[in-house]
């Protein structure tokens, strides 16, 4: 394929340039997914954690308000467990509607049941004592308890499930931080691989031709008028053509030169050598008419013809 220099030092940098842009674009990507995460974590199994720290703390506070109750019988401890007993339905009404696993949900579920025999049995006794009716306070009080004891321990299953989940999507962060910088290093890796390929391999398609066109062009007598092929590069293909015409033109010149002296020599030395001939018979006849006496100027202009 027959690229110009300028396209194929723009396609060597368009490649690294696209390859780039890969492994910025994986990179945001991958940064994208892990804020997600964090954010996931920050914003719903720590504000969880936060809930169910409350939700343990109404709880407990509903079974003290109650026992006080049913101790003092004081409208006062009455009117405060009620407002515990709102406050834990609105946290749980809260985590429910946050909590997106099974497993929370089921816990939450069996919180909510438990908490509601609670107060079925601290409503019984209520009635029993606003009625003035004996009954077995002790057993209401044993089951009230185990029902209290049966909730905490859910309650903090549920808190270890939430802090099992946050250390999961921890650990998930980890993996695809873990997973972009190896990424991002072998991208930065490949560029720098590829970009002294490319330079190279640039460079050798530029200057191998012109390291032909040296050779051939000193080689005169292999190619003795024509360009030399020079490969596909029009720019170096262009010079080796502008060469060979100039040398061509060179070498007319040359020969139009020779053929100028060579005439120029034959119409000089046609008459200086018809001059030497006459010489030569005008000094024979001198001598012969003057007994042999010979003449120096005629001897120096004979001499200085003949070189």
Same mark, same amino acid.
């Given at each position: ?26 990179? !945001? ?5 892990? =804020? ?35 101790? $003092? ?17 609105? *946290?749980?009404? @809260?985590? $429910? ?9 089921? #816990? ?8 509601? #025999? *609670?107060? @079925? ?6 009635? *029993? ?41 921890? /650990? ?8 972009? #910088? ?23 398609? !530029? $200057? ?8 051939? $062009?000193? /080689? ?34 040359? #020969? ?40 120096? =100027?005629?001897?120096? !202009? ?6």
């Amino acid at each position: 394929m027959s690229l110009p220099i300028f396209w194929r030092i723009i396609l060597g940098y368009s490649v690294i340039l696209l390859l780039g842009s890969g492994v910025a674009a994986y990179s !945001i990507v991958q940064l994208g997914g892990l =804020s997600g995460t964090a954010r996931s974590a920050l914003d719903s199994e720590n504000r969880m954690m936060a809930y169910q720290e409350t939700l343990t703390e109404a709880f407990l506070s509903e079974a003290r308000y109650a026992g006080r109750f049913l101790l $003092t019988r004081a409208d006062a401890h009455h009117k405060e467990f009620r407002q515990f007993k709102e406050d834990f339905k609105r *946290y749980m009404d @809260e985590m $429910t509607s946050r909590a997106t696993a099974v497993e929370i949900k089921a #816990r939450l579920l069996r919180t909510d049941e438990l908490h509601l #025999r *609670y107060h @079925e049995l601290f409503d019984q006794e209520v009635r *029993y004592i606003k009625a003035g009716q004996p009954y077995a306070q002790s057993r209401y009080q044993q089951e009230r308890e185990k029902i209290l004891d049966s909730a905490l321990r859910e309650l903090e299953r549920l808190r270890a499930q939430l802090q099992a989940n946050l250390n999961n999507k921890l /650990e998930t962060m980890e993996r695809a931080a873990r997973a972009a #910088r190896n990424i991002a290093i072998a991208g930065t890796l490949l560029l720098i691989g590829l970009g002294v390929a490319l330079s190279l391999l640039i460079s050798r398609s !530029i $200057t191998k031709p012109i390291l032909e066109l040296t050779r051939r $062009t000193a /080689e005169e007598a292999q190619v003795p008028d024509g360009a030399v092929r020079t490969g596909a590069i029009p720019e170096i293909q262009e010079l080796s053509e502008t060469l060979a015409h100039e040398r061509h033109r060179i070498r007319e010149a040359a #020969r139009s030169q020779a053929q100028f002296f060579d005439d120029l020599f034959e119409q000089v030395t046609a008459p200086l050598t018809s001059i030497q001939q006459r010489l030569t018979y005008l000094k024979r006849d001198l001598s012969q008419a003057d007994g042999h006496e010979e003449n120096p =100027s005629l001897e120096v !202009i004979i001499k200085e013809l003949s070189e």
